[in-house]
């Protein structure tokens, strides 16, 4: 957490300051959707059914989790899925290609970015990258006619490509921060931004407090079985860790999320936070005396091409009630 974000959840002397600034972005952000809306700024529409998954807060939510699970809900209902992402890359300044591009489970997380990478890399349907999606999502359409529903991850304030499905994920514990818009808080559009979106999900808690009359779902992360990094046919289980001296590291927007979870499993690590999306070197993995190094599996994309063999990575899967695919499905076929 960087020292701006601490500020993001209390109000603090520095907000004198950030206050102004935050009424402007808000002015700025609201006439933006509003030409959207008014027809002023142009809008795409595709000729499947596009499903957005987002939030209304900077940093990790559980997005990624969710667009995997729902991938897999649709296929396994019959549909054909393809996930589009704008990409983002640390290690290049941010820069995400212009022109669409497939991510292929053996790129470099250099080029596409960390949660593509590893979107990919489950293999459940096609994952292209581009900064404008609606142009992404036609040239994946064009690549593959069989696909019949777009899944747009991180794409809530994307609103050059029209959507049928908005889900908005939201922190369960971290929720939204102290209310401010940014850069005075977490806030990318306002709490009443939920009132209109068609279901909500939550990472880590049955409720949120908010006026909306939006279907709320509970989600947890599921995971508890490692894989080596370097072989990853061989598994291991908590409990094979136990009494092992054991750092663990994770560049996610929450990193406290996941040393809670190895914690939950029994295991007592040395953790390590990174800035979300930190474009790993060799030097940030090597810790004296490490009898195993845990790590998120948006770490081990970066990490793998330096990776020692001590090195494991925690698998997570989103779990959400069957009403919630459910009521997703229902949507897209009206």
Not at 36 to 49: A, K, Q, T
Not at 148 to 160: E, K, M, P, T, W
Not at 294 to 315: G, H, I, P, Q, Y
């Amino acid at each position: 957490m960087n020292w701006l974000e601490r500020h993001w959840y209390r109000i603090t002397p520095l907000h004198l300051l950030l206050w102004p600034l935050s009424l402007l972005f808000a002015l700025l952000a609201g006439l933006r959707c509003a030409l959207y809306r008014s027809g002023v700024l142009s809008s795409s529409r595709l000729p499947v059914p596009v499903i957005v998954i987002g939030n209304i807060s900077v940093g990790g939510t559980g997005k990624t989790p969710v667009t995997l699970w729902l991938a897999q809900q649709l296929q396994s209902a019959g549909w054909h899925p393809a996930i589009i992402s704008r990409g983002y890359n640390k290690s290049r300044s941010g820069q995400t290609p212009s022109t669409p591009r497939a991510v292929s489970p053996h790129d470099s997380a250099d080029i596409t970015g960390d949660e593509p990478l590893l979107m990919a890399q489950r293999r459940i349907c096609p994952v292209w990258i581009g900064r404008d999606r609606a142009a992404t999502a036609q040239a994946l359409l064009q690549a593959h006619p069989e696909c019949n529903v777009i899944l747009s991850d991180d794409g809530l304030q994307h609103y050059r490509l029209q959507r049928d499905v908005e889900i908005a994920v939201v922190d369960g514990n971290r929720k939204f921060g102290n209310g401010l818009r940014l850069p005075a808080g977490p806030l990318r559009e306002p709490v009443a931004r939920l009132k209109q979106v068609d279901a909500i999900v939550v990472n880590g808690a049955a409720q949120i407090s908010t006026a909306a009359a939006t279907p709320v779902f509970a989600m947890h992360l599921e995971g508890n079985q490692f894989y080596n990094l370097l072989n990853p046919a061989t598994t291991r289980a908590a409990g094979a860790f136990a009494g092992q001296r054991l750092h663990a590291l994770a560049g996610i927007g929450h990193p406290q999320r996941f040393f809670a979870h190895l914690e939950q499993m029994g295991l007592s690590v040395e953790p390590h936070a990174f800035p979300d999306h930190h474009a790993y070197r060799p030097e940030d993995i090597r810790f004296d005396a490490a009898d195993a190094i845990l790590m998120t599996e948006k770490d081990a994309v970066k990490c793998a091409a330096f990776a020692s063999a001590n090195c494991w990575v925690l698998r997570v899967d989103a779990r959400l009630a069957p009403a919630a695919a459910q009521l997703i499905m229902e949507k897209i076929k009206r």
